[in-house]
């Protein structure tokens, strides 16, 4: 059974990170091919995953889905969470997809795992140990090959592009710091759910959404239903069952299909191309977010 179990585990986190990846390049495809606005993008995106998601975990949690409201401590942090953690990281990321590409905003996104070492490093008032170092070097190199493809005087990647990838990762910081003790009291599925439809109320009246004027065809709407089923619904669903399965740790590894995924559904798929320096770079970003999953080694020899 638990071999069974590992086994599920494994294929759901890596099928999480791959319907992640490939929903990225539809992304991609609909800014390039069909000019549609990664504004309207992520609000359709978050609006209608959020309720997918929220309808479902009021099947499974039904006294969590109306209770977070009556503590008003986690509702607090819920709306902090939806406002200043999903929503930019939703809007950041596809904004560096529009910039670049969905390989490229998908690694830039990782770096958000380097800003949470720094942050728990500062709070803990302590140096980063050998692992961590490393983990921060090759960090500091992949955004440098990326970005200039080792030119110390000229930059390769869009400034636009570097900058949403940098914003995307700040965002995924704030997301994984925000939730705090929240994703401890209530299931993520209730939390990502209210977080997803608050973000995008929020950023539909902000960017006053219905304004824009999209006629979409069949192609178009297959491409966002796929956005919105597999690349979020079904791909957030695979993988808390992988990490139901196997832990944080290992899911996050597994996870790491995401990059690889999108790179390689952008070059087959939209032909993309990536320089030698692009590739160097995002293997070193993916190291960088396999090292930090890791487990320290005291930990392992305790288990």
């Not at 570097?162 to 910081?173: K, V």
């Not at 695979?238 to 590894?253: C, E, F, I, T, W």
Request: charged share 15%.
């Amino acid at each position: 059974m638990n071999g069974q179990k590992t086994l599920r585990g494994t294929v759901c986190a890596i099928l999480g990170g791959v319907c992640w990846g490939v929903s990225g390049t539809v992304g991609q495809y609909l800014f390039t091919q069909k000019g549609i606005d990664s504004g309207w993008l992520t609000v359709v995106r978050m609006l209608c995953a959020g309720a997918i998601l929220l309808a479902a975990a009021a099947l499974r949690y039904p006294r969590e889905v109306s209770g977070i409201w009556r503590d008003k401590k986690a509702a607090r942090r819920l709306i902090l969470f939806a406002l200043f953690g999903i929503l930019p990281c939703q809007y950041a990321y596809l904004e560096a997809i529009r910039c670049s590409n969905s390989a490229t905003a998908t690694v830039l996104q990782y770096l958000g795992q380097a800003l949470v070492l720094f942050w728990a490093c500062l709070k803990g008032r302590r140096l980063p140990c050998g692992k961590e170092s490393l983990a921060l070097v090759l960090a500091l190199g992949g955004v440098f090959l990326l970005s200039t493809h080792g030119s110390f005087t000229a930059l390769y990647l869009a400034p636009g592009a570097l900058f949403w990838g940098m914003m995307a990762a700040l965002a995924l910081f704030l997301y994984t710091t925000l939730p705090g003790k929240l994703l401890e009291t209530y299931p993520a599925p209730v939390c990502t759910g209210y977080g997803m439809l608050l973000g995008g109320i929020a950023l539909c009246l902000l960017l006053r959404a219905w304004t824009y004027e999209v006629t979409p065809d069949f192609v178009t709407v297959l491409g966002v239903a796929e956005i919105v089923l597999v690349g979020t619904a079904a791909a957030f669903t695979l993988y808390l069952q992988g990490v139901s399965d196997l832990g944080g740790v290992k899911a996050s590894l597994f996870a790491c299909s995401e990059p690889v995924s999108a790179a390689l559904c952008a070059g087959l798929w939209l032909k993309t191309r990536f320089a030698v320096e692009d590739i160097a770079g995002m293997v070193m970003i993916i190291l960088m977010a396999a090292l930090l999953a890791l487990p320290e080694k005291k930990k392992e020899a305790l288990r």
